[in-house]
């Protein structure tokens, strides 16, 4: 198992591991049904990663197959705040067939290095209520409860 920064020509991997990403969140949560055209436009926003500073995408590669992902990103506060930048974990997707391997805890270990590298003093990421898995993983990386987001649906 290798973790590097992910290249543009990981891009197809990728596209097709967010679609089983997204497959199985929309099996959590209707609101994740994917649009028409939802991996043309993941597939352009993840090219706009590539040359942005402050954005990373590190990849897991076993036996020459991408087999996971994550994506981190510095954001900035707004002016009024004495803390002035943040990392947000944006996405971290491992493929069915290789979970429970610890490869989600390398990927994270790749984004937690480059982002205090970055200089930030937090870290952020935002878990579906309905996902269980992904509360249980960032609960045992160290994670607190910090806000609580609600939703009114029309």
Avoid: C
């Avoid at 993840?46 to 040359?51: L, R």
């Avoid at 803390?83 to 989600?104: D, N, P, Q, W, Y």
């Avoid at 003093?121 to 309905?130: H, L």
């Amino acid at each position: 198992m290798k973790i590097r920064r992910a290249m543009l020509s990981d891009v197809p991997n990728l596209q097709e591991l967010w679609v089983e990403f997204m497959d199985h969140h929309s099996n959590l949560d209707p609101d994740y049904v994917r649009s028409h055209d939802a991996v043309a436009n993941w597939a352009r926003y993840v090219h706009s990663k590539f040359g942005d500073k402050s954005a990373a995408v590190f990849v897991a590669v076993d036996d020459g197959h991408v087999v996971g992902y994550i994506g981190a990103l510095v954001r900035d506060y707004p002016p009024v705040f004495n803390i002035k930048k943040h990392g947000f974990i944006e996405e971290i997707a491992v493929t069915e067939k290789s979970r429970r391997l610890g490869i989600a805890s390398q990927l994270w270990s790749a984004a937690e290095e480059w982002l205090l590298a970055q200089e930030v003093t937090r870290i952020k990421v935002n878990i579906d209520t309905a996902n269980p898995e992904s509360q249980g993983f960032f609960r045992r990386l160290g994670f607190l409860d910090y806000t609580e987001t609600l939703l009114k649906k029309y």
